[in-house]
């Protein structure tokens, strides 16, 4: 079946189809607006992130039911950074004629599939042809009012956390992308860190609640884009000890054999999703309880200063300040 | 300057430095989400519109001011068309290598000036690289709870209204595409009708206080589309007098000189952004008033029936079923 058979209304319907109410949900597809009910004393959360063949994703490389797994969870990992909780997505689809309706059925599959797991609702969109594969996910959520979490509240002397490990997504894709022979379990272990990343979103509500945290945000350009979002926004500077970054145990065999630096995946390696925390000295003695509870590493990985915009990396007595930024678009 | 000179940080601070803060904006762009403040006792209106180079605009013909008036004001008619007030919006943009920063700071500019006259604040998106250019435009409004207006609650007998005039917009199109040698003010007046659509944002508001309107939506696939979704929502037929069609006292003539007959622009031309209306009878004698306070026609130019999915033309004692739907973007 193909795209001209079936048509623009036919497509819609086929792929709404699976699209339950929803919670708060007063009406979803099928009309001029989504109507949504907001929760009293709460705010509301927008974020909004765009895929594009042959910038963000290649077709021949990536399965439909995780691209459209991956635009949900770059999504979620938005408002998770704010320390709010997700709850209604608009997609907008740009599809070439060579799609098959098959393929753009599994996309919302995936979708569906993580929006099942947070009890979020697809409430609407729009869906046009284009002459390439773009997808992009309006997430709203909603946190109560006056607890959403910035990137601008970091204090010098709080330390910097994340979760997780750092640098298995952007090795995961040079995987996908050259032909390099590493043990099965690995190779799946890191594609799928960067096919399907985990959003960081009941975590990000349980550590903002515990640790009055000064600033947050999710790693999507890197580690060290991101801190440098989170210095400049805070207006204070970090360092960093390199060494305590946390990455899979086998990503050090696994640079070697890709001819590359473990810092070029846990520092410059973007799309972990995972979060970036700058928590105050004194509630840093709560980290391991934390972890434990939610079985997942929270790391601490370095330490806030009053020399604004400045990122050092310190390793035993060699300090040297980080020049390298994260992912830039149009950057040469 | 080119976008690589500047990289995605410094197109988005340019971008976005024009936006002010905006009521209910407690946080606008620059962190991972926009933090909303809702209105109480008020829902949430959610809609999405993307328009993409070479299916819905070529950028040798449309200056990037105008695309960035379309692009919100075509979200702007979304929101309208559930009776809504517009809040806040979300800017998705897929930017080709050969775009100027410069034509992308003049979409934001036709996005701002718009947004200005409604109150409307831009709070946020994404940009990212592409191989063609795209937008997409996420709006959020309000509407007082339980008073949103749908496309289903049409009845048998309610008369169906249209606002404005149609087929303008369709026709300005043509004129952008062919070489018609047309008096100048009828042209201007045609392609502003395509390139700088108004949405009926406050019109549809007072309607909607003052009719108890059955149900309406935004003339955007064209007349015979928008009409066939209402009947299919609301489960009714009906009968339209296309004599009584409004549309703009040139356009005859015009049509001819285009080779083409009246009614393929005012039943099956599209984006005028006109409301669609089902109004009960008891009501149908408040649109002269409302027509006057508004400075806008409100034309009756039909009756919805019982005869579910059926839509019949009826000129004097002759009466034809109405086959050809709306724009279809992937139909044959």
Redo the contacts between chains.
């Keep these: 079946m193909r795209?001209?058979e079936?048509?623009?209304?036919g497509?819609i319907r086929m792929l709404t189809a699976a699209q339950s109410a929803g919670e708060g949900v007063?009406?979803g597809v099928?009309?001029?607006?989504?109507?949504?009910?907001?929760s009293?004393g709460?705010?509301?959360?927008?974020?909004?992130?765009?895929?594009?063949?042959?910038?963000?994703f290649s077709r021949a490389l990536t399965d439909p039911f995780d691209l459209g797994w991956k635009l949900l969870a770059v999504n979620l990992?938005?408002?998770a950074?704010?320390a709010?909780r997700p709850r209604?997505g608009?997609?907008?689809l740009?599809?070439p004629?060579d799609a098959e309706p098959a393929s753009m059925h599994k996309i919302y599959a995936g979708v569906n599939e993580l929006a099942a797991v947070y009890g979020v609702a697809i409430?609407?969109?729009?869906?046009?042809?284009?002459?390439?594969l773009?997808l992009?996910l309006?997430?709203?959520?909603e946190?109560p009012?006056g607890r959403?979490v910035?990137?601008?509240g970091a204090r010098p002397g709080d330390y910097v956390v994340v979760t997780g490990c750092l640098g298995s997504s952007a090795a995961g894709l040079q995987l996908l992308l050259r032909a390099v022979e590493v043990p099965a379990a690995l190779r799946e272990r890191m594609i799928s860190a960067h096919l399907r990343p985990n959003p960081r979103v009941r975590e990000a509500e349980m550590l903002a609640a515990s640790l009055g945290i000064g600033a947050m945000?999710?790693i999507s350009d890197g580690l060290a884009g991101d801190l440098g979002h989170l210095c400049r926004?805070s207006g204070v500077g970090a360092e960093i000890w390199p060494e305590r970054i946390p990455i899979d145990p086998d990503l050090p065999l696994l640079a070697e054999l890709l001819g590359q630096s473990v810092g070029d995946f846990s520092l410059f390696g973007g799309e972990d999703y995972e979060l970036l925390l700058a928590v105050p000295p004194t509630a840093v003695a709560k980290l391991p309880e934390l972890a434990e509870r939610l079985k997942l590493p929270l790391t601490v990985i370095g330490q806030c200063t009053a020399a604004a915009g400045v990122i050092e990396l310190v390793e035993g007595n060699r300090r040297r300040v980080l020049e390298r930024g994260g992912y830039?678009?149009?950057?040469?």
């Design positions: 795209l001209q079936i048509g623009e209304f497509l007063v009406r099928g009309d001029d607006a989504a109507v949504l009910q907001p009293p709460w705010q509301l959360l927008a974020a909004c992130d765009m895929m594009v063949e042959g910038v963000h990992s938005d408002i950074a704010m709010g209604w608009l997609i907008g740009g599809i004629n409430t609407g969109g729009d869906t046009v042809k284009a002459p390439c773009f992009s309006t997430m709203l959520g946190v009012a959403a910035y990137r601008s945000l999710d926004e830039d678009h149009f950057g040469k």
